[in-house]
């Protein structure tokens, strides 16, 4: 069920044009869904770090920080330089010319879903993390 609703959401999906109200609809309902999975299903507070972890001075998200300041980087430096879409081309240019192919937009998109499912899943309280036993909470 989750499979094919998942495929439909992206064929109406890539059936709409970019930036307008319907692909922006479509793309904002998996958005909202994403976010209430991810409220309703992850923990409340941080797992003890395992033996293994990085050093205690290192934050754990530095490396996709530093990716997603580097693509917004490059997204504003093209996007500020003088001359065509061609010769400076954004993340937004390089996708359109995937999404001028409706079975690749939707496989892209439907590739997104999974992605933001994946997410959820491996974030859940189910997937292995669990709380000390002195910290869990007590059936009243």
Known sequence: MLPASGAALALATAATRPFTWPADLLTAVP?????????ARWPLRPHPRPAASPAPGRHPYRAWVVLLGAAVAWELT?????????????????SDALDRHYLVKALVFFGWLCLGLCIVLWGSHGRGRRLPSSERAEPV
């Open 31 to 39: 958005i909202a869904l994403l976010a209430v999975l991810v409220v």
């Open 78 to 94: 093209e996007y500020l330089a003088r001359g065509s879409r061609g010769e400076h081309p954004t993340l937004s240019s390089i």
